[in-house]
């Protein structure tokens, strides 16, 4: 069982319009009884998504305020991860009348065009702050915080490795946490760029979609998708590239005696069991 762990965005992926249907939670029910581990990751707060959402017993871990926040359902702990806001930033945007203005733990969020102003408090402050945009929200967090350095520290709690995780969004603010996954799924109403980036695009939309990629991972048939950007090339046949996984795959090769084939992964000491030039000696580790 090579996918042991799936991370998901909430709004966009699992849920529609702010709701996940319940095809969708058995899925996700489905999936936990198989041995495997669920990660929620959100831009949303925990106090606004458990108000909307009465199903995160289903998850091991809730990452949320978009990698601010990490909370464990099972033993009601949140954990977060830097600084709240400085009362200077929140006084500005609040006598500048933005609205919404929408304060977590951590993250300040508001919708576009208010950026300008947000943008224009943190330089005026000196603030080492960070603008993230997704489908006209804006939210602003401590610089280095996002989906994918949240997901890092659960897994790391979790203690489970990256290469054994497949991620799944829809929209900017999910680009970083799922190219961190071993393997990145775009539902089918992802954003185009997106998409274009995900090494998996879902035929379904929304929480259907999610609920077609579980059945693809219970059924092994996403262990047998070849990854690119985890792969090894090892030449062409015409204009194809040729690639094996750079791990878990078992490759022959063969030649005249004499010839001058070695084996890959020999130890470096051994100039008979030396790596071929270009390629690594070892795969990338895995849990």
């Given at each position: ?14 849920a529609h319009d702010g709701r996940v249907d319940q095809a969708t939670i058995a899925a996700l029910e489905r999936f936990r009884q198989s041995g495997r581990k669920l990660i929620l990751v959100t ?245």
């Amino acid at each position: 069982m090579k996918y042991v762990a799936l991370a998901t965005d909430y709004d966009g992926t699992l849920a529609h319009d702010g709701r996940v249907d319940q095809a969708t939670i058995a899925a996700l029910e489905r999936f936990r009884q198989s041995g495997r581990k669920l990660i929620l990751v959100t831009g949303r707060l925990l106090a606004d998504l458990a108000s909307i959402f009465s199903r995160l017993d289903l998850f091991d871990c809730v990452v949320a305020e978009n990698g601010a926040v990490v909370y464990h359902p099972a033993m009601r702990e949140k954990r977060t991860l830097v600084s709240p806001p400085e009362p200077a930033f929140l006084k500005r945007p609040i006598d500048h009348r933005v609205e919404p203005l929408v304060v977590g733990d951590v993250i300040v969020a508001t919708n576009t065009p208010n950026e300008t102003i947000v943008v224009e408090v943190i330089r005026d402050l000196g603030l080492e702050l960070q603008v993230i945009f997704n489908k006209g929200a804006v939210m602003v967090l401590p610089s280095g915080i996002n989906k994918k350095s949240g997901l890092c520290s659960a897994l790391e709690v979790m203690q489970i490795s990256e290469h054994n995780v497949v991620g799944v969004g829809d929209a900017e603010n999910d680009h970083a946490f799922l190219q961190y996954c071993e393997c990145s799924v775009a539902v089918a109403n992802a954003l185009p760029a997106f998409k274009e980036t995900a090494d998996v695009t879902t035929k379904a939309d929304h929480g259907a979609g999610v609920v077609e990629l579980i059945e693809l991972i219970l059924a092994g048939e996403l262990d047998r998708h070849l990854i690119p950007r985890c792969s090894i090339p090892i030449g062409r046949d015409g204009a194809n590239e040729i690639c094996v996984p750079a791990d878990g795959a078992s490759l022959l090769v063969t030649g005249a005696s004499g010839s001058g084939v070695h084996v890959c992964g020999g130890s470096s000491g051994d100039p008979d069991r030396a790596p071929l030039p270009g390629l690594p000696g070892r795969s990338r580790g895995r849990l």
